[in-house]
């Protein structure tokens, strides 16, 4: 099982936050969140997607929000004290994250982001996050994940 964990688990134990591995199958392409929700027959509003932006100063934001939802940007923009924001092309996630698309995770991105969760996230007793790589999850409490990430909890969703 060692050899099976993420960089993001490792984190996770270093800091002695409790979480659950969750593995699913995968083939080439890049899996959704949503599908992600239905392989692992769970809600796809406990199962949580990383976003990455950069905002009009130029910086760049983390925002996680359910699987199923769409990122408001106005929102998104008014939560990080933006004028506004935009996505991040897929060509950058890897050299702005360390991860890559469809298995980018708000935990051990190469530099630390300003990062925002949903705030439905705490209806869950737990939620679950990208294990930082294709066909792995992490489940855990999301204020466990606001304290990974130093993050915020915010109305982000459209």
Not at 50 to 60: I, K, M, Q
Request: glycine share 10%.
């Amino acid at each position: 099982m060692a050899e099976d964990k993420t960089n993001v688990m490792r984190l996770l134990e270093q800091a002695d936050i409790p979480y659950v591995p969750h593995g699913y199958a995968h083939g080439k392409e890049h899996v959704d969140g949503v599908t992600v929700a239905s392989i692992l027959g769970l809600d796809p509003q406990r199962v949580f997607k990383t976003l990455v932006t950069r905002g009009a100063s130029g910086g760049f934001c983390v925002f996680v929000i359910p699987a199923d939802g769409t990122l408001d940007l106005k929102k998104a923009a008014r939560a990080a004290g933006e004028k506004h924001v935009e996505m991040i092309h897929v060509n950058e996630i890897n050299k702005v994250t360390g991860y890559v698309r469809g298995g980018c995770s708000p935990v051990g991105m190469k530099k630390a982001y300003p990062t925002f969760v949903e705030e439905t996230a705490q209806l869950w007793d737990t939620i679950l996050v990208s294990a930082g790589r294709i066909g792995a999850q992490v489940e855990l409490a999301s204020d466990d994940l606001l304290t990974m990430c130093s993050g915020t909890y915010a109305d982000l969703t459209v």
